[in-house]
């Protein structure tokens, strides 16, 4: 069964909408997460790595203010695109760490279609 | 220099082709590495991790050469089913001042598998 759920699976509303996704850890306690994006016929760039009870982090080039970080809870990150525009269209996903040195479990992501 | 360096392709064969997909990494002291598949519009999801000594998983062969911070995949007997595209990870380890668990993803080998 899944290891993390995404929520929701695609969006498509107007410029200047506000979009929130959700990432949950069903099976175990997650300290980090991470949230990447990808666009079309790209490698998957992560964004920022989500930190419960703290700060998210951001990658070079990743507007804090734009993207907005919540990890409230061991089990649930949520990534807010604020003020959406068509160039934020893109394919974003989340993952939860499978420990030292494994593999990470993915989201199923969520396509973001900005009108 | 890009942390992993995939060649995109994409790669045609046809059923029972024998192809391998290779990439390279720029930190020689990452930890752990694996392969991933992508199908279209999904989310990626771990197809194997990749051991010093090689390793093999049914029709799926993966090679590491730390001194040439090389990684290859070996598909033999090519079935429709592993048309996708093929993702090289690597994962820096903590040491390089990088968050644990965080990955670095190839930009994918594209596969198409004809009958």
């Known amino acids: 069964g899944a290891v993390v759920s995404q929520h929701p699976s695609r969006v498509i509303c107007k410029s200047g909408t506000s979009v929130k996704i959700e990432c949950r850890s069903l099976?175990?306690?997650?300290?980090?997460m991470f949230w990447y994006r990808q666009f079309p016929k790209q490698s998957l760039m992560l964004m920022a790595t989500?930190?419960?009870?703290?700060?998210?982090?951001?990658e070079q080039g990743v507007e804090k203010d734009k993207f907005l970080i919540n990890h409230a809870s061991l089990t649930l990150s949520t990534l807010t695109v604020t003020s959406a525009h068509p160039e934020d269209s893109s394919f974003y996903i989340c993952?939860?760490?499978?420990?030292?040195?494994?593999?990470?479990?993915f989201g199923d992501g969520t396509r973001l279609s900005i009108l | 220099r890009k942390e992993v360096e995939q060649d995109p392709g994409p790669f045609n064969v046809p059923e029972g082709a024998t192809v391998a997909f290779n990439c390279t990494y720029s930190?020689?002291?990452?930890?752990?590495f694996f392969w991933y598949r992508q199908d279209c519009r999904k989310e990626p999801k771990l197809l194997m991790s990749?051991?010093?000594s090689g390793n093999e998983d049914g029709r799926f062969t993966a090679q590491l050469n730390r001194a040439s911070q090389y990684i290859s995949l070996l598909i033999r007997d090519s079935k429709l089913s592993d048309s996708a595209t093929y993702l090289c990870?690597?994962?820096?380890?903590?040491?390089?001042?990088?968050?644990?668990?965080?990955?670095?993803f190839g930009r994918g080998t594209q596969l198409t598998v004809w009958p």
């Open positions: 993952s939860v760490n499978g420990g030292s040195n494994q593999p990470q479990h």
């Open positions: 990870v690597v994962n820096p380890g903590q040491g390089r001042g990088s968050t644990l668990g965080r990955l670095y």
């Open positions: 990749v051991y010093s």
């Open positions: 099976d175990f306690q997650a300290t980090t």
């Open positions: 989500s930190n419960e009870g703290s700060k998210a982090t951001y």
């Open positions: 930190n020689s002291a990452s930890q752990s």
